[in-house]
């Protein structure tokens, strides 16, 4: 496997590229599927946690994944991480050969903020994903409230070239409202973008994987056990959808 960083346009942002080595045994996986991993972190951070664990995990399941580190911070606005998050689908587009990437086979996951992130680049990107996973994602304007500055609302961006959706969220979310996914989903509804969601009764926010990778804590992976399964679930969807 290769692992390097790219430094983006934004003095804050990166790229960590993940590239899995072709080997002879899997001529089938010579130029593969790919994940760009937007972290969450109320626009004030990146989460380790969403970051390369999430990586790590499509890795596994024969996707390269990329990480996107991108500007945060009370004295930046959503600009900023909006052409964070365009710059790194162009890098990654404009270097699928080299990488051996589908580049029309390209999704992307957002937790929490950077679910928004992910939302906004489905809805409003130069180049969007073929497909968009959200885990707890912030949807809803009013969330501002909570972020390091204001966001516009996703919900009435979806037009008929949204990508498909995978959306993962807890009820007893007490950070970020279910009211966000369930917005998410009526917009898609209503536009006839085809999605797959799932609503846990209980739950943390920023679950992530919910295993001991991500939750050194014993009563955390305990109480997150129930969570694990999305991963999983998320996979068997977006491998259909990408006929992989």
């Known amino acids: 496997m290769k692992v390097f960083e790219i430094n983006l346009t ?19 996986l010579d130029v593969r599927p790919a994940v760009l991993v937007i972290p969450g972190g109320g626009y004030g951070m990146c989460s380790d946690r969403e970051a ?61 903020a950077g679910g928004h992130l992910c939302a906004a680049l489905s809805t409003m990107g130069d180049i969007r994903p073929a497909a968009s996973i959200l885990l707890y994602p ?57 999605f797959e969601t799932h609503i846990y009764a209980t739950g943390y926010h920023g679950f992530s994987l919910a295993d001991n990778v991500v939750y050194s804590q014993k009563e955390h992976v305990e109480a997150l056990a129930h969570l694990k399964g999305w991963f999983e679930m998320c996979i068997v969807w977006l491998n259909k959808l990408f006929e992989f």
């Open 10 to 28: 934004n003095k804050l942002a990166s790229l960590t590229v993940y590239l899995p080595d072709k080997s002879k045994e899997m001529p089938h």
């Open 52 to 112: 390369e664990p999430m990586a790590l995990a499509f890795l596994s399941k024969g996707y390269a994944a990329f990480v996107l580190r991108y500007t945060v911070g009370k004295e930046y606005d959503f600009s900023m991480p909006m052409a964070d998050v365009n710059e790194a689908m162009k890098t990654i587009c404009y270097n699928a050969d080299e990488w051996c990437v589908d580049k029309n086979r390209i999704a992307a996951i957002g937790f929490s």
């Open 138 to 194: 912030c949807i809803l304007e009013s969330i501002s409230k909570i972020l390091a500055f204001p966001v516009p609302g996703i919900d009435d961006k979806v037009d008929d070239k949204t990508p498909p959706a995978f959306i993962c969220s807890a009820c007893s979310d007490d950070c970020v409202p279910i009211e966000n996914s369930i917005a998410y989903a009526n917009a898609l509804n209503k536009a006839g973008i085809s």
